[in-house]
């Protein structure tokens, strides 16, 4: 099927080849075999693990009467445990050096959980004989730090345009001008903007003295901030041969686009650009059928979805816009993810061990009261307050949520106590057994 056609009855000419095989790389052009691979290219793709993104402590916790407990596995190493009480239920996270979990636990009306029992319900293999209670201020800070640090919420791309038969990076980098067909691809990207006192995702960019360029190209999507670092854009240095300052920022993206005009039959290898850092390369060239794309992968970073249709072209340039920076997303969070260059669990783990340590001689305290916090009230009062002041300067600052919420289904018969996405229907878990719902377009 075509993307972005619904036709597939259309007829392409011969589907050009963008990528040479490369050691160490795999190659995704469309004739993958994907398992659960969207048949319909007007299935939105979709961004993977949003609920990395939630920023529950921030919103439901940090200006809210709760209690910290940490804990130390064998296994798991420390971790951090968060619970408020609400009415008929507790909401809780469990921080864990592998990921952080979030869930609503549902009580009855005058029936109380001790923090052990909740621990137990979150995950049972964790350790609980050495959780322990602390009330310090000083903890929420931390966990607020460390939830801004886990949550991705915004992203750079290196855009790097290539003049027909280029085969070395100085002559890509070495490029000052890209062509029409490349300004209009930009022109689809994002808007073209004036970094002077900009006060977005400056993804490293200079916003104060045009060190780094005058303009770049900036997009929201999807509630993210992204920022390409656009070589054509970057300074140019006449007595610099290899453009260091465009290789700087290009080199040392994740995620990289190569553009190719419509009159070039080159083949994009990973290895012209002599850095460690890329792991994903789009190599987008323009056609007269629209935007042609291929991927080059590290095989050290797993699978992540949307697969590429076949064959690999796209008419309808929103539906590609669409498609690429989802494509560029998903990659970005499984390399950092699953790419042993990045040892995201072990940075986690350095981060909660310092929390850890932090607070070495607090005493274990067993069945408290989710009453609320205890804390001196002085020094709670003007706690909240700061705190109170910081949430409202970060919604202000962050508007855009993540997620926007809205119903999709009303009456429901029985008590839903937890709930999973399960290909195109939602699973749901009641006291009375498990029940699927259809989602139906409309």
């Known amino acids: 099927m075509i993307a972005g056609l619904p036709n597939e009855t259309h007829k392409f ?12 790389w795999r190659i995704e052009n469309g004739s993958e075999k994907v398992d659960n691979a969207a048949k319909d290219i007007y299935h939105p793709p979709v961004i993977e693990n949003r609920e990395t993104d939630m920023l529950w402590y921030s919103k439901y916790f940090y200006a ?18 968060s619970i408020k009480q609400e009415e008929n239920q507790y909401r809780c996270i ?11 636990i549902p009580c009855k009306p005058k029936h109380t959980l001790n923090y052990t029992e909740i621990a137990r319900l979150i995950k049972p293999s964790l350790s609980r004989k050495k959780l322990r209670l602390v009330t310090e201020p000083r903890l929420h800070i931390d966990l607020h730090s460390y939830e801004q640090h886990i949550a991705k919420r915004a992203y750079k791309f290196g855009v790097l345009y290539t003049k027909p038969g280029q085969k070395k990076e100085e002559q890509m980098f070495g490029n000052e001008h890209g062509s029409e067909e490349f300004n209009k691809f930009l022109d689809l990207l994002g808007t073209k903007t004036l970094l002077k006192s900009f006060n977005g995702f400056c993804a490293g960019l200079d916003v104060q003295e045009d060190r780094t360029g005058t303009h770049s190209v900036y997009t929201k ?5 992204i920022m390409f670092h656009i ?11 290899q453009q260091l300052e465009r290789k700087r ?5 994740i995620g990289i686009i190569i553009f190719q005009d419509s009159d070039s039959n080159d083949q994009w290898r990973p290895t012209i650009i002599s850095s460690k850092f890329p792991h994903i390369y789009a190599i987008v060239r323009s056609t007269s059928q629209g935007y042609c794309v291929n991927f080059f992968i590290r095989n050290t970073v797993k699978a992540f979805f949307p697969p590429l249709p076949f064959p690999p072209l796209f008419p309808a340039e929103e539906l590609f816009k669409d498609f690429l920076l989802v494509k560029m997303i998903n990659g970005e969070r499984e390399a950092i993810r699953s790419s042993p260059s990045f040892k995201m669990n072990s940075i986690n783990q350095i981060h909660l061990r310092n929390i850890y340590k932090q607070f070495p001689n607090i005493q274990l305290r067993k069945n408290l009261s989710f009453s609320g916090l205890e804390w001196k009230k002085k020094d709670q009062s003007k ?38 996405v399960w290909g195109t229907k939602i699973l749901l878990g009641t006291s009375v057994g498990l029940y699927t719902l259809s989602l139906t377009s409309r």
Do not use: M
């Open 231 to 241: 070589s054509t854009l970057l300074p140019y240095c006449v007595e610099d041969p």
């Open 94 to 104: 469990l921080w864990l050096h592998s990921g952080t979990e979030r869930l609503c």
């Open 13 to 24: 000419t011969k589907v050009p080849s963008l990528c040479e095989e490369t050691e160490g």
């Open 64 to 81: 809210e009467a709760h209690q910290n407990y940490l804990g130390l596995d064998d296994e798991a190493g420390p971790y951090v445990l």
């Open 221 to 225: 999507f999807r509630g993210y901030e």
């Open 383 to 420: 706690f909240v307050v700061d705190l109170v002041f910081d949430k409202l300067n970060q919604e202000q600052d962050n508007s855009e949520q993540v997620f926007t919420y809205r119903s999709i289904f009303a009456g429901f018969p029985h008590e839903i106590t937890c709930c999973d």
């Open 249 to 253: 920022h290009i080199g040392n993206d």
